[in-house]
Nanobody, 125 residues
Framework: QVQLVESGGGLVQAGGSLRLSCVASGRTFTSYNMGWFRQAPGKEREFVTAITWSGGITYYADSVKGRFTISIDNTKNTVYLQMDSLKPDDTAVYYC??????????????????WGQGTQVTVSS
């Protein structure tokens, strides 16, 4: 069984920063891409960013380019999401997910097989 556990969410003022972590366990992940998604109340889950397990390739949604940075420490089976210049519109539950490495890096939610439980990020005005 694959398990993904997110942490690091919280309440932050607009313009502030947070760093989310996602620890993967239960199997090796060398053949996976890792992604972050978010879902605001009443909204569909949306793609935020993704990274290859090696860390060599990244991809970002236009809404977070220049503000968010995804990284991976594959020796610790941990993916990070550094979020800077946060906006109230970034408020959502953030989910870590894993997809087959055969998928394109910008594959949407339907392409991801394994999901964490999510961590709440709230950005106040």
């Amino acid at each position: 069984q694959v398990q993904l556990v997110e942490s690091g969410g919280g309440l932050v003022q607009a313009g502030g920063s947070l760093r989310l972590s996602c620890v993967a366990s239960g199997r090796t992940f060398t053949s996976y891409n890792m992604g972050w998604f978010r879902q605001a109340p009443g909204k569909e889950r949306e793609f935020v960013t993704a990274i290859t397990w090696s860390g060599g390739i990244t991809y970002y949604a236009d809404s977070v380019k220049g503000r968010f940075t995804i990284s991976i420490d594959n020796t610790k089976n941990t993916v990070y999401l550094q979020m800077d210049s946060l906006k109230p519109d970034d408020t959502a539950v953030y989910y870590c997910a894993a997809a087959s490495s055969t998928m394109p890096l910008d594959v949407g939610v339907r392409g991801y097989r394994y999901w964490g439980q999510g961590t709440q990020v709230t950005v106040s005005s």
